[in-house]
Protein backbone atom coordinates (compact mmCIF):
# COMPACT_ATOMS: atom_id res chain seq x y z
CA UNK A 1 0.00 0.00 0.00
CA UNK A 2 1.45 2.98 -1.33
CA UNK A 3 0.99 6.21 1.34
CA UNK A 4 2.03 9.91 0.00
CA UNK A 5 2.01 12.42 2.74
CA UNK A 6 2.02 16.21 2.35
CA UNK A 7 3.11 18.98 4.59
CA UNK A 8 4.29 22.28 5.03
CA UNK A 9 1.53 24.41 3.46
CA UNK A 10 0.24 27.08 5.31
CA UNK A 11 -0.49 31.20 4.76
CA UNK A 12 1.99 33.22 3.17
CA UNK A 13 2.41 37.50 1.44
CA UNK A 14 2.60 37.72 -1.98
CA UNK A 15 5.93 37.60 -2.83
CA UNK A 16 7.21 35.12 -0.35
CA UNK A 17 8.52 31.64 0.24
CA UNK A 18 6.64 28.70 0.88
CA UNK A 19 7.95 24.91 0.97
CA UNK A 20 5.95 21.78 0.71
CA UNK A 21 7.24 18.19 0.94
CA UNK A 22 5.81 14.62 0.43
CA UNK A 23 7.15 11.58 2.78
CA UNK A 24 6.49 8.49 0.51
CA UNK A 25 5.87 4.78 1.73
CA UNK A 26 5.24 1.66 0.68
CA UNK A 27 7.41 0.78 -2.03
CA UNK A 28 10.74 1.52 -3.72
CA UNK A 29 10.82 5.14 -4.22
CA UNK A 30 13.18 6.03 -6.37
CA UNK A 31 12.15 3.88 -9.14
CA UNK A 32 9.02 6.12 -9.62
CA UNK A 33 8.65 9.83 -10.96
CA UNK A 34 6.85 12.25 -9.08
CA UNK A 35 3.97 15.29 -9.65
CA UNK A 36 3.02 18.13 -7.83
CA UNK A 37 -0.64 19.02 -8.70
CA UNK A 38 -3.00 21.92 -7.27
CA UNK A 39 -6.99 22.70 -7.30
CA UNK A 40 -7.92 25.37 -6.10
CA UNK A 41 -11.98 26.21 -5.35
CA UNK A 42 -14.23 25.48 -8.37
CA UNK A 43 -11.41 24.57 -10.46
CA UNK A 44 -9.54 21.70 -11.80
CA UNK A 45 -6.53 19.68 -10.78
CA UNK A 46 -3.59 21.33 -12.08
CA UNK A 47 -0.01 20.38 -13.32
CA UNK A 48 2.18 22.22 -11.08
CA UNK A 49 5.60 19.97 -11.58
CA UNK A 50 7.10 16.57 -11.52
CA UNK A 51 10.45 14.86 -11.75
CA UNK A 52 11.68 11.80 -13.22
CA UNK A 53 12.48 8.64 -11.01
CA UNK A 54 16.34 9.32 -11.92
CA UNK A 55 16.00 13.01 -10.63
CA UNK A 56 17.47 14.20 -13.90
CA UNK A 57 14.66 15.71 -15.62
CA UNK A 58 12.20 17.98 -14.32
CA UNK A 59 9.04 19.55 -16.09
CA UNK A 60 7.05 22.22 -14.73
CA UNK A 61 3.99 24.71 -15.32
CA UNK A 62 4.45 27.86 -17.59
CA UNK A 63 2.82 29.25 -14.52
CA UNK A 64 5.58 28.77 -12.16
CA UNK A 65 8.62 27.98 -14.47
CA UNK A 66 11.35 30.01 -12.65
CA UNK A 67 9.59 30.57 -9.43
CA UNK A 68 9.30 27.02 -8.20
CA UNK A 69 11.51 24.24 -8.18
CA UNK A 70 11.10 20.20 -7.52
CA UNK A 71 13.05 18.10 -6.06
CA UNK A 72 13.64 14.66 -4.44
CA UNK A 73 15.56 13.06 -2.15
CA UNK A 74 15.71 9.16 -2.69
CA UNK A 75 17.51 8.26 0.89
CA UNK A 76 14.40 10.21 2.71
CA UNK A 77 11.60 8.93 0.28
CA UNK A 78 10.57 12.30 0.07
CA UNK A 79 9.88 14.34 -2.92
CA UNK A 80 9.91 18.75 -2.10
CA UNK A 81 8.38 21.27 -3.74
CA UNK A 82 10.11 24.97 -3.18
CA UNK A 83 8.11 28.18 -3.71
CA UNK A 84 8.87 31.38 -4.54
CA UNK A 85 7.53 35.15 -5.25
CA UNK A 86 4.27 33.48 -4.89
CA UNK A 87 1.13 35.19 -6.34
CA UNK A 88 -2.22 35.20 -4.33
CA UNK A 89 -3.54 32.79 -7.86
CA UNK A 90 -0.79 30.22 -6.07
CA UNK A 91 -3.70 29.63 -3.82
CA UNK A 92 -4.49 26.26 -3.88
CA UNK A 93 -4.98 22.71 -2.23
CA UNK A 94 -1.09 21.35 -3.20
CA UNK A 95 -1.34 17.32 -3.85
CA UNK A 96 1.38 15.08 -4.36
CA UNK A 97 1.22 12.08 -6.82
CA UNK A 98 3.35 8.83 -7.70
CA UNK A 99 4.05 7.65 -10.90
CA UNK A 100 1.98 3.86 -11.58
CA UNK A 101 4.67 2.49 -13.45
CA UNK A 102 7.98 2.04 -12.25
CA UNK A 103 11.59 3.58 -14.19
CA UNK A 104 9.40 5.29 -17.03
CA UNK A 105 10.97 7.51 -19.94
CA UNK A 106 7.98 9.49 -20.87
CA UNK A 107 7.76 13.40 -22.17
CA UNK A 108 6.45 15.89 -20.32
CA UNK A 109 3.13 15.44 -21.79
CA UNK A 110 2.81 12.01 -19.56
CA UNK A 111 4.18 13.38 -16.38
CA UNK A 112 1.46 16.69 -16.40
CA UNK A 113 -1.28 14.32 -17.24
CA UNK A 114 -3.29 13.06 -13.67
CA UNK A 115 -3.92 9.88 -15.05
CA UNK A 116 -0.59 8.77 -15.12
CA UNK A 117 -0.38 8.86 -11.39
CA UNK A 118 -1.89 5.88 -9.20
CA UNK A 119 -1.40 7.58 -5.74
CA UNK A 120 -2.29 10.95 -4.77
CA UNK A 121 -1.65 12.33 -1.01
CA UNK A 122 -4.56 13.96 0.89
CA UNK A 123 -3.16 17.20 0.05
CA UNK A 124 -2.12 20.22 1.41
CA UNK A 125 -3.32 23.85 1.47
CA UNK A 126 -1.03 26.68 0.55
CA UNK A 127 -2.55 30.27 1.00
CA UNK A 128 -1.00 33.46 -0.56
CA UNK A 129 -2.58 36.97 0.70
CA UNK A 130 -2.25 39.93 -1.15
Known amino acids: QVQLVESGGGLVQAGGSLSVSCAAS????????MGWFRQAPGKERDFVAAISWTGTSTYYADSVKGRFTISRDNGKNTVYLQMNSLKPEDTAVYYC???????????????????????WGQGTQVTVSS
Open 26 to 33: GRPFSNYA
Open 97 to 119: AADSIRNTYYSRNYYSTPAAYGY
